[in-house]
T-cell receptor
Framework: AQSVTQLGSHVSVSEGALVLLRCNYS??????LFWYVQYPNQGLQLLLK??????LVKGINGFEAEFKKSETSFHLTKPSAHMSDAAEYFC??????????FGTGTSLTVIP | DTGVSQDPRHKITKRGQNVTFRCDPI?????LYWYRQTLGQGPEFLTYFQNEAQLEKSRLLSDRFSAERPKGSFSTLEIQRTEQGDSAMYLCASSTRDRYNEQFFGPGTRLTVL
């Protein structure tokens, strides 16, 4: 079975500061891991994904995440927050199958 | 725009009424997924189709819910005898069979049951 835990339902950072959103997963098989962003009243947009290969994954809008098997983590980072980054972020896990299991989300606020 | 589209974007209905939502996937995508997202939660898987075949259903999909994809293109999700607990955002996503882990989401249909 797969599951995801996102630590911190709300995160606030100052504009220009480091963004760190935490995600820990549970999976009985090698996982595929994803980060999605959701703006108000919109669907989900894929930021980045890890399937196999390099454990440091770069995505859109300057975001990146590192798959750490020993820590069962897939934390999302961005060196410098921008006002446009304010949104809801979801971590998701999938096995070699079709179901995605999403975390409960982290709301990011960027303070000017 | 060649993304996933959903109609309507918003639906308000009274308890006990039936509602139907439509999803049009990206044209070359043969897999289509439905998710439900309640306030403060992440999306929860409901069901998915490969072409016209419904291959998997979540236990969340009660008898009042039915989904179809008759021609392997657009899909409909119908909820009969709506309840207040059905109020949620219903999201549709699509992918190709070979790249099923790249799911592209539509904007969702927000259902409010009064």
């Amino acid at each position: 079975a797969q599951s995801v835990t996102q630590l911190g339902s709300h995160v606030s950072v100052s504009e220009g500061a480091l963004v760190l959103l935490r995600c820990n997963y549970s999976s009985s098989v090698p996982p595929y891991l994803f980060w999605y962003v959701q703006y108000p009243n919109q669907g989900l947009q894929l930021l980045l994904k890890y399937t196999t290969g390099a454990t440091l994954v770069k995505g859109i809008n300057g975001f990146e995440a590192e798959f750490k098997k020993s820590e069962t983590s897939f934390h999302l980072t961005k060196p410098s927050a921008h006002m446009s980054d304010a949104a809801e972020y979801f971590c998701a896990v999938s096995a070699v199958g079709n179901q995605f299991y999403f975390g409960t989300g982290t709301s990011l606020t960027v303070i000017p | 725009d060649t993304g996933v589209s959903q109609d309507p974007r918003h639906k308000i209905t009274k308890r006990g009424q039936n509602v139907t939502f439509r999803c049009d996937p990206i044209s070359e995508h043969n897999r289509l997924y439905w998710y439900r997202q309640t306030l403060g939660q992440g999306p929860e898987f409901l069901t998915y189709f490969q072409n016209e075949a419904q291959l998997e259903k979540s236990r969340l999909l009660s008898d009042r819910f039915s989904a179809e994809r008759p021609k392997g293109s657009f899909s409909t999700l119908e909820i009969q005898r709506t309840e207040q607990g059905d109020s949620a955002m219903y999201l549709c996503a699509s992918s190709t069979r070979d790249r099923y882990n790249e799911q592209f989401f539509g904007p969702g249909t927000r259902l409010t049951v009064l």
